[in-house]
């Protein structure tokens, strides 16, 4: 039961999530990286970089507790060169993303 609200929550979070790029203007961040988010001093805004010469389709995923609970969020292309945001949360300690590469070009 614990873990359908969970997916729950993770869902209604990540469809609260605009589909924002980053541009690549300097220099991107590989992989998966997050930044302070405007909500509070708990809150996180979650990337995925692609400092690859192509794009790739990544899975985002929903963690909840550390990780104990992944739910699939869906799928988004991320352009050569950029990052672009997976999901936001108000309390990382709880929730947060993270993208996994599929290695298939989109």
Avoid at 20 to 25: E, H, L, P, Y
Avoid at 46 to 62: F, H, L, M, P, Q
Wanted: hydrophobic fraction near 40%; charge should be positive; aromatic fraction near 8%.
């Amino acid at each position: 039961m614990k873990r359908i609200a969970v997916a729950a929550v993770l869902g209604l979070a990540l469809t609260a999530v605009p589909a924002g790029t980053a541009s690549a203007s300097a220099q991107v961040t590989c992989g998966n990286y997050a930044t302070q988010g405007a909500s509070g001093p708990n809150a996180r805004d979650y990337y995925w970089g692609n400092c690859g010469s192509a794009a790739t389709k990544i899975e985002v995923w929903g963690l909840a507790y550390g990780g104990g609970v992944r739910a699939k969020q869906g799928e988004t292309c991320v352009p050569a060169g950029t990052a672009v945001l997976i999901g936001r949360t108000t309390q990382y300690l709880v929730t947060s993303f993270e993208g996994v590469d599929t290695h298939t070009a989109c």
